[in-house]
């Protein structure tokens, strides 16, 4: 190992041409002996640096090397983890194979961990293997090398330049104005290029007008996560029941997600313009945070707040869900809701603002008015 | 057999030399020097959790299908049989019940990116905190940061692809966030998302950058970083002939060469032991996404948390005025806060370069604590975002100590701005004590614990002088070079100046003769 070491280094190999870079790897590798005297050389006489014994050295069989380790277990060390390896990948294999994989068989949870196993053996034994025999076994000498200085010399420099200029005037730019004026121009304009395409990625639609729409119509029954029309009665004061309207896929709309929650009509305070809104102690609001819109549906009875598991928002559901604490700052959009003849919910229309976190285009004031389109 | 072997070998490099000239960058390669440290390992750990990325990401590309059309679950995971799912949460769902081996690969994934993202953070702050980022090497700190953010990107993109419940309420999250920009938002959302949320575009976008486009960027940086690395050659630590102008340490072949590849594995060990032992993103436990559905404790991957943090402590600032709604409690803390964070980090070499008028190369690492107050800033830049980091979970938090989450969401508030000054300033006091502890070993030596006696009856402690190896290391000013090279006069310790070529013979010219009595202390120098 080390005489191959030594073979490269005092071979005319090793006396390759001095790199650009300045490396100066190149006449002191030839000697004879490889003993170096670096920094140390303050405080010793010349001395290795080689950190594991030479095979031809006093201990080449049965020595200690500089870990402490014989030679020889560390050499039965580092087969056995490279064993290890092998063991590791027979492991895999018979597990892969092996150990119950469908889901609900017994025992199949133990699939992954018994793959992770037997595949970590395997790495882990390559990987501990190379790094003990590299750090037991390998020689392993402190060199020291020259840096190259990175910057380039100012005669080389002013060459450059020189090139560069020479380059620039052979293209007659400087002369021909023009030139250089109109392949600004049409150069240039290919960064435009590209921008219409950036607009194909989402058909136009009126931002202020689309966000401002949801799901909701006049007369839309409440259905409940089911399906199931929710009816004046179905709900415990105390109660709260995720709504949806009745329209095709109400359940998964983004923006029409809503809350009925009923309190004692003495706790829900409730503005005069929205004294029809609500319907004998039942309240609806929209779930989409105003924040980030998150949903917002975790619901205290007590202190009739709602509240946001992502940012922590809180609202005031007795109170028109006014923002109480956290990063939200306007209530939580409420929808008007009637009775009709048979006892269902409705809706007496959309939500009367945008409901969800706030965008440029949102105007600052909405109305009370619910329109019933 | 071996003869063979060999002949086939030196063939086959002969062939490639005729044709390459291939010999003489080999031969320069190999004799690389590297110099050693265990902080060093920190940009390696990075490296392989890429490179084990890419391996376990083609192998789940496979299966995966980036698709948010719906479908009918009906695969083996019983729970979720016949449950209306995007095509991608079904494709993980196949990837985790039905593919064997595809559980650990997508587990092995997902540690790995938390891995990549922690490794790149901690090689960050080794870089900050020893200076390796000075000139010439603030070029590869630029690339450094923007590796961390595009990982940060890339990491988001990652684990929003499944479309469960949590990451689709991530998505909801970063479309309400590109709501809040100012005049722009609107459009930026809608063309990301191609459309109104949830646009039914968006895993289809995010799919090819994930898998794509940000990887093959992260990949040319990854390179560019390494052969800028290769090329200014390994920032090392003061020590024993070590100087600005050379470098000491292992030449790369062979031994280097086999423990890095050596940790190549161990690395990839570690994160197969995670995927195959410890569950991460049980995405059937979450459920596929449902707008109206969140469940509660809801965290983002850690390396995400800052910025939930951040928005969890904002106050709720909003203005609404001439038609238009403007708001400050999302911009500024997901992406003012980042914006500026990033910014100062990218600058921070030549805001330091500038402040403190240094226009020199640096080869040699500082110590912290000889530079106090970028210690005391990196150490305040931690605090405050350890803090963010608490704060982004605050709910946990909460839970877990039955605190109320308004109280501690008050007290981190305030904290954010009281206790990263406090650290700073701490910080910079500590790196003083430590300098005078330091200028104390040099200028006394160390206490031996031999107690004498003395004729007139008083007990002194011997001290002895610090044995010049270990006192090379702590000379890091030029008062102390001065100190050294003064005590090297008197007593005869010299400090070799100078270090000439690639290996040196032996009885080669040696400034001053060693005395021996620091001979036993060799076995001890590494």
């Known amino acids: 190992m080390s005489d191959s070491i030594r073979d490269r280094l005092s071979s005319p190999g090793g006396h390759g041409e001095q790199n650009g870079g300045g490396d100066s790897s190149k006449s002191d590798i030839t000697t004879s002996d490889f003993v170096q005297t670096d920094s140390r050389s303050s405080h010793g006489a010349a001395q290795t640096i080689a950190h594991a014994p030479t095979a031809e050295g006093p201990n080449a069989l049965g020595g200690v090397g500089a870990s402490g380790m014989s030679e020889r277990g560390a050499e039965l060390a580092v087969s056995s983890l490279f064993l290890l390896s092998l063991v590791g990948v027979i492991g895999f294999i018979v597990c892969y194979i092996a150990v119950p994989f469908d889901y609900g068989k017994a025992n199949y949870e133990w699939y992954t961990p018994a793959l992770g196993v037997f595949m970590t053996l395997a790495l882990v034994g390559v990987g501990a293997g190379a790094v003990l025999w590299a750090k037991t076994l390998m020689v392993d000498e402190e060199t020291v090398q020259e840096r190259h200085p990175l910057a380039s010399t100012d005669e080389s420099k002013a060459e450059t330049v020189a090139i560069l200029k020479e380059g620039f005037d052979n293209t007659g730019l400087p002369r021909r104005k023009v030139l250089g004026l109109t392949m600004a121009l049409g150069a240039g304009s290919l960064a435009i290029l590209p921008i219409p395409l950036v607009f194909s990625l989402a058909k136009f639609q009126h931002k202020e007008r689309t966000l401002s729409k949801t799901s909701w119509k006049a007369g839309s029954k409440l259905l409940d996560e089911l399906g199931r029309p929710v009816k004046l009665g179905d709900l415990e004061v105390g109660g709260v029941k995720s709504v949806f309207p009745d329209v095709p896929g109400g359940r998964r709309a983004a923006d029409s997600a809503a809350l009925l929650i009923r309190m004692k009509p003495e706790d829900l305070k409730v503005k005069d313009s929205r004294k029809d809104w609500v319907q004998d102690g039942h309240i609806v609001y929209s779930v989409i945070c105003t924040h980030l819109g998150c949903p917002v549906k975790l619901y205290e009875q007590q202190t009739h707040h709602l509240f946001c598991p992502c940012h922590q928002s809180t609202f005031d559901a007795a109170n028109g869900a006014v923002p109480l604490f956290g990063p939200a700052a306007r209530s939580l959009p409420q929808l008007a809701i009637s009775v009709d003849a048979d006892g269902y919910f409705v809706a007496q229309g959309d939500f009367t603002e945008p409901v969800g976190p706030s965008f440029w285009e949102r105007k600052p004031s909405y109305s009370d008015k619910v329109g019933k389109a | ?526």
């Open chain 2, 1 to 526: 057999m071996t003869s063979i072997a060999e002949k086939a070998g030196a063939g086959t490099a002969t062939w490639v030399d005729d044709r390459l000239g291939s010999s003489n960058f080999v031969k320069r390669s190999l004799n690389k020097v590297f110099p050693d440290h265990w902080s060093f390992m920190l940009g390696e750990i990075a490296l392989y959790s890429f490179i084990v990325l890419l391996l376990t990401g083609t192998y789940l590309t496979l299966f995966f299908e980036g698709s948010s059309r719906e479908v009918l679950y009906n695969g083996s995971y019983a729970p979720l049989k016949g449950i209306p799912m995007s095509a991608a949460y079904a494709s993980t769902l196949h990837i985790s019940f039905d593919v064997r081996g595809g559980l650990i690969m997508r587990q092995i994934h997902h540690w790995a990116a938390l891995l990549f993202l922690a490794s790149i953070v901690v090689h960050l702050m080794r870089v900050f905190f020893t200076g390796a980022f000075r000139k010439p090497r603030e070029l590869n700190w630029i690339i450094g940061v923007l590796l961390l953010i595009l990982g940060l990107l890339e990491g988001f993109a990652g684990y929003s692809l499944p479309d469960d419940l949590l990451s689709g309420t991530g998505l909801r999250i970063a479309y309400s966030i590109a709501l809040s920009i100012p005049v722009i938002g609107t459009w930026a959302a809608f063309l990301v998302f191609g459309g109104e949320y949830p646009g039914g575009a968006i895993i289809e976008r995010l799919y090819p950058i994930h898998i794509l486009l940000v990887p093959g960027i992260i990949l040319g940086l990854i390179t560019f970083h390494m052969m800028l690395i290769w090329y200014q050659k390994h920032t090392q630590f003061a020590g024993p002939g070590r100087t600005e102008t050379n470098v000491v340490g292992s030449r790369i072949y062979p031994a280097y060469a086999a423990k890095a590849g050596g940790f190549f594995f161990l690395v990839f060990g570690v994160m197969t032991a995670l995927g195959g032992l410890a569950q991460i993103n049980p995405i059937w436990l979450y459920g596929p996404y449902d707008p109206s559905q969140v469940s509660a404790g809801s965290q983002p991957d850690w390396y995400i948390g800052f910025l939930d943090g951040s928005t969890r402590l904002m106050p709720n600032w909003e203005i609404s005025a001439l038609g238009h709604t403007f708001s400050p409690n999302v911009l500024l803390p997901t992406q003012v806060l980042p914006g500026i964070l990033f910014a100062l980090m990218l600058f921070y070499p030549f805001l330091e370069a500038k402040f403190t008028k240094d226009k020199a190369y640096h080869n040699l690492l500082d110590r912290p604590r000889d530079k106090p107050v970028r210690t005391g800033l990196g150490a305040m830049s931690i605090a405050f975002y350890v803090i963010l980091m608490i704060a982004g979970g605050n709910d946990i938090i909460a839970r877990i100590f039955a605190l109320s989450i308004n109280e501690i969401t008050y007290t981190l508030r305030v904290a954010l701005f009281i206790v990263p000054p406090l650290v700073y300033v701490a910080t910079k006091r500590i790196c003083y004590s430590l300098q005078r502890a330091d200028d104390e070993l040099l200028h006394h030596g160390i206490e031996s614990g031999t107690i004498r006696r003395l004729p007139s009856g008083e007990f002194v402690e011997e001290v002895v002088p610090l044995p010049s190896q270990y006192a090379v290391l702590l000379a890091t000013t030029p008062e102390r070079k001065e100190l050294l090279a003064h005590q090297a006069q008197e007593h005869g310790h010299a400090i070799s100046s100078k270090q000439r070529g690639f290996f040196r013979p032996r009885g080669g010219v040696l400034e001053t003769p060693a005395p021996s009595e620091d001979k036993q202390l060799e076995g001890t120098v590494d």
